[in-house]
């Protein structure tokens, strides 16, 4: 089983994932918050999780800096970014501050599950809508270098 947080700052967005996810027979959605703070005290009063699903854009703390506390304090959980920004420089600042996933919220919801599950067995992966925007820009980007 796939033990899930869900970090999103819109309540429908958040409500929507977490029904979509608990449908799922191998994951279940064990918290949720709205903020990267609410999400760092969930964890730091031993909410345990084997993915977090972070928003980019939320108020007060934004995905990226939630995604280097959690790499830094709890190593052993994986962090997949989970957004509407498709490109590299977004893709680069996630998977540098140690995100192992990054999914578009409009992505195929196959595609969704399909990221999850691959970053709980321990891969890399990118929403593939992103990996096909991405090779067409230009300039260096740590995403091109894995993909």
Do not use: C, W
């Not at 958040?14 to 969930?42: C, H, K, P, T, W």
């Not at 990054?102 to 890399?124: C, H, N, P, S």
């Amino acid at each position: 089983m796939i033990r899930i947080i869900v970090v999103e700052d819109s309540e429908v967005v958040r409500s929507g994932i977490i029904r979509l996810l608990n449908y799922e027979q191998d994951m279940e959605v064990v918290a949720s918050a709205g903020d990267g703070f609410e999400a760092i005290e969930l964890l730091s009063n031993g909410a345990s999780a084997d993915v977090i699903l972070v928003d980019l854009n939320m108020p007060k703390m934004d995905g990226v800096l939630l995604t280097e506390h959690i790499v830094n304090a709890f190593p052993e959980i994986r962090v997949i970014i989970f957004t509407m920004h498709a490109k590299s420089m977004f893709v680069d600042k996630s998977l540098k501050a140690g995100a192992r996933g990054y999914l578009l919220k409009d992505g195929d919801f196959a595609d969704i599950m399909e990221g999850i599950r691959k970053v709980f067995q321990g891969e890399i992966y990118v929403n593939k809508n992103v990996q096909r925007f991405t090779k067409g820009e230009t300039g260096f980007s740590v995403f091109n270098k894995i993909v």
